[in-house]
């Protein structure tokens, strides 16, 4: 089989970012495969892609410049992580041109100890993830939300016994709040275990409540940002609000990530306004692909993970990287997606605001 090469890039492709306080470099955007292998329940109708689909969506990821890809083993119940195993062994790509990103906690089986960060359940499901993946080492293994039933000490420590053994190379979180975080970083650095590379969280123009405590704590500690749900279930493709809405959406079947309506037409608006007039390769801007270089302008942000039904999505979201927003249209989509301050946000700035500016 011909060895998949990935090619070389002009300015207009895709950075590359290191993932937090490493040295792994990953793309700024990154393929998430949510859309492979659903067959019923929730991820059926978030996507039932099959092998030949996703190859053709892997492909064009890997052409485009994308060496970063993010599943799960709940994705699919398993089939997520064999399709992307399977084709990156069809389209011939060598293992070491490719991130593999993972990740554990939901229920794989019956029973109380088939689901969680427990030492059990992640030691069994490494070892079924990298066996569907179909390959000897995942190199970032994410822990899928937080446990309140298992010790964050136990967790951590089965995550460096993985790291240890060669199966895992870097370790991250996902969906967990500022506090989890920074109480999981201080339990590594107290026993030498191998540091937290990434927080996997939703952030989007409609959804910035990352800002008020966890970017902070990211930005202090060093930690990577990974994004998912860019385009908020695809609000922020501006076809859920209007006139002509259909009814028969995928909101109306799955209304996720819960969304503030009143503010986000706001959002529409600005974002409308901003796209109208640009054009990639003579195509005009979407809404969804301002969304996406919103994104990516943000200094915390790692990569932004983008998911898809069809190529010509994925060609379209890749497209999005090329976008440079002008500080007048960053703007713009600040102030209309701007969250309310809270305490103690609005006394801190008033109280250290003059601090941080070197003044005495």
Request: hydrophobic content about 40%; proline content about 4%; overall charge neutral.
């Amino acid at each position: 089989m011909t060895t998949h090469n990935l090619p070389r890039f002009d300015s207009n492709s895709l950075r590359y970012r290191a993932l937090g306080n490493s040295g792994l470099f990953v793309s700024e955007l990154c393929l998430g495969t949510m859309t492979f292998g659903g067959d019923e329940g929730i991820w059926g109708l978030i996507g039932q892609l099959q092998q030949e689909q996703a190859d053709e969506l892997v492909k064009i990821a890997l052409e485009a410049g994308i060496n970063f890809i993010d599943t799960a083993n709940i994705y699919g119940l398993g089939a997520s992580e064999r399709i992307v195993g399977q084709s990156l062994k069809n389209l011939g790509v060598r293992r070491e041109d490719v991130v593999l990103a993972t990740k554990v906690l939901g229920p794989m089986g019956e029973g109380p100890n088939a689901r969680g960060a427990s030492r059990g359940h992640i030691m069994s499901e490494c070892k079924a993830s990298l066996a569907r993946l179909q390959t000897d080492y995942i190199d970032l293994y994410q822990i899928h939300g937080f446990d309140p039933a298992t010790p964050i000490e136990e967790t951590l420590e089965a995550l460096n016994t993985l790291v240890q053994q060669g199966h895992v190379r870097y370790v991250g979180l996902s969906n967990w709040a500022a506090w989890q975080v920074m109480k999981a970083i201080g339990i590594t650095r107290a026993r030498n275990l191998c540091p937290v590379a990434s927080l996997q969280a939703y952030y989007t123009l409609v959804g910035r409540d990352l800002e008020r405590e966890v970017i902070p704590m990211l930005a202090s500690e060093k930690v990577g940002l990974m994004v998912w749900s860019p385009l908020a279930g695809g609000y922020l493709s501006g076809k859920y609000e209007g006139p002509d809405v259909s009814e028969d959406n995928r909101r109306a079947k799955l209304d996720f990530p819960p969304i503030n309506r009143e503010r986000g037409r706001e959002v529409i608006k600005v974002m409308r306004e901003v796209a109208d007039g640009k054009q990639i390769d003579g195509e005009p801007v979407t809404m969804a692909q301002i969304a996406l270089a919103w994104l990516l302008h943000q200094k915390p942000v790692s990569s932004v993970i983008v998911g898809a039904k069809r190529p010509d999505q994925l060609k379209a979201n890749i497209r999005a990287a090329r976008i440079r927003l002008s500080d007048g249209e960053r703007k713009a989509l600040d102030e209309a997606s701007r969250i309310p301050e809270e305490y103690p946000g609005w006394m801190m700035s008033m109280m250290a605001g003059y601090r941080e500016q070197g003044e005495s």
